[in-house]
């Protein structure tokens, strides 16, 4: 992964982390569910998949309110 787009893939998880903190529900959509379910767990989130292409991670953080 060149850091371009390891860059895309941080701010997205960051910006999954506060609609999460503000209550919203995200969706991912991609084409390998596996990969994407395995680095969103590196950064702590558990992913519920959702149909053949989507994956709605849940961080712990944000859950303890």
């Known amino acids: 992964m060149d850091a371009r ?3 895309k893939t941080l701010l997205a998880i960051e910006m999954t982390k ?3 903190k503000a209550g919203k529900s995200i969706l991912w ?3 390998d ?3 994407t379910a395995n ?3 590196k950064h702590g989130a558990l ?3 959702v149909g053949t292409m989507y994956l709605k991670p849940r961080f712990r953080e ?3 309110r």
Do not use: K, M, P
């Open 5 to 7: 787009r390891g860059g």
């Open 62 to 64: 944000c859950e303890s």
């Open 47 to 49: 992913s519920e998949v």
């Open 18 to 20: 506060a609609a999460q």
């Open 29 to 31: 959509f991609t084409y």
């Open 39 to 41: 680095t969103l767990a």
């Open 33 to 35: 569910q596996a990969v």
